[in-house]
């Protein structure tokens, strides 16, 4: 098990139950990700993809969860050794999102304050996204003269729809987290002095729960966003077989057809996604 472990502006804590704990750690920078926290979070993540995790609870430190791209950071260089900058930037982080995006390990993202750039990507890429009621949200790349990273202009026409993507992206318009919930931005939202305790809540709960089923969860919602009905439903019926013959799927069988809650931890569970 990897313990507890931290890199320049990212904390990650294994518990030896598979609750892993990721923090963004520049609160008194709005969480502003720069090339060191970038990497920091695909260290995070490649630590999430060995070990046993049976759920991922991402925050971040401070009165904001992520204003986006460390501008300061950015503003020291220009020409070539930005570009050259820039791309080292988006590589670790947008290795980081596809290795959280394919684990079987669900993943609760508590977010705050500031929501803004890359920070919408890390909020979007959480199955379970609990936004605090003060809270907001804005795109902010196009005000600056930037284009979309974070797999954000992936993320919002998915679940926002593409006329409302667009509308966040180009006016940059900040919109709080009572409409970000009413869009599909967010899963809900709670009292800012609740977040921390129901972002726990939350994932506690998922960490006990079957974490292949989970995987297999995630990946077909993520299959059906592109995929046509019947395809859908041969991959559904496989995964759904391939579930119920696990060890997963016994354990809950029985706990059902036994009247007691299931204990899927002790049934072993693939968390490296396929």
């Given at each position: 098990?990897?313990?507890?472990?931290?890199?320049?502006?990212?904390?990650?804590?294994?518990?030896?139950?598979?609750?892993?704990?990721?923090?963004?750690?520049?609160?008194?920078?709005?969480?502003?990700?720069?090339?060191?926290?970038?990497?920091?979070?695909?260290?995070?993540?490649?630590?999430?993809?060995?070990?046993?995790?049976?759920?991922?609870?991402?925050?971040?430190?401070?009165?904001?969860?992520?204003?986006?791209?460390?501008?300061?950071?950015?503003?020291?260089l220009d020409g070539?050794?930005?570009?050259?900058?820039?791309?080292?930037?988006?590589?670790?982080?947008?290795?980081?999102?596809?290795?959280?995006?394919?684990?079987?390990?669900?993943?609760?993202?508590?977010?705050?304050?500031?929501?803004?750039?890359?920070?919408?990507?890390?909020?979007?890429?959480?199955?379970?996204?609990?936004?605090?009621?003060?809270?907001?949200?804005?795109?902010?790349?196009?005000?600056?003269?930037?284009?979309?990273?974070?797999?954000?202009?992936?993320?919002?026409?998915?679940?926002?729809?593409?006329?409302?993507?667009?509308?966040?992206?180009?006016?940059?318009?900040?919109?709080?987290?009572?409409?970000?919930?009413?869009?599909?931005?967010?899963?809900?939202?709670?009292?800012?002095?609740?977040?921390?305790?129901?972002?726990?809540?939350?994932?506690?709960?998922?960490?006990?729960?079957?974490?292949?089923?989970?995987?297999?969860?995630?990946?077909?919602?993520?299959?059906?966003?592109?995929?046509?009905?019947?395809?859908?439903?041969?991959?559904?019926?496989?995964?759904?077989?391939a579930a119920a013959?696990?060890?997963?799927?016994?354990?809950?069988?029985?706990?059902?057809?036994?009247?007691?809650?299931?204990?899927?931890?002790?049934?072993?569970?693939?968390?490296?996604?396929?």
């Open positions: 098990m990897d313990g507890t472990m931290s890199g320049v502006g990212v904390g990650i804590d294994i518990r030896d139950d598979g609750l892993a704990r990721v923090t963004l750690r520049r609160g008194d920078a709005g969480n502003a990700i720069g090339l060191a926290t970038a990497r920091g979070l695909l260290d995070a993540a490649l630590a999430c993809q060995r070990a046993d995790v049976r759920a991922v609870l991402l925050t971040g430190e401070g009165r904001s969860f992520c204003v986006g791209g460390d501008l300061r950071e950015f503003a020291r070539a050794a930005l570009e050259e900058h820039l791309i080292a930037v988006t590589d670790a982080l947008h290795e980081a999102l596809r290795i959280f995006a394919r684990l079987d390990a669900p993943m609760v993202a508590a977010v705050q304050g500031a929501v803004a750039g890359a920070g919408i990507g890390l909020a979007a890429v959480a199955d379970v996204t609990l936004a605090a009621d003060n809270a907001s949200f804005t795109a902010a790349y196009t005000g600056i003269g930037y284009s979309p990273d974070a797999g954000v202009s992936w993320f919002l026409p998915r679940l926002v729809g593409p006329k409302r993507a667009l509308d966040l992206l180009l006016t940059n318009r900040r919109i709080p987290a009572a409409e970000a919930e009413e869009i599909g931005l967010v899963s809900r939202t709670v009292a800012a002095d609740l977040l921390t305790e129901e972002a726990a809540r939350t994932a506690e709960a998922l960490h006990r729960g079957p974490t292949a089923a989970f995987g297999a969860t995630r990946r077909l919602v993520a299959a059906g966003l592109t995929s046509d009905l019947g395809p859908h439903l041969d991959r559904e019926a496989g995964a759904l077989a013959a696990s060890d997963e799927g016994r354990e809950g069988v029985a706990a059902f057809l036994g009247k007691r809650a299931p204990d899927f931890a002790r049934a072993p569970s693939l968390t490296s996604g396929t």
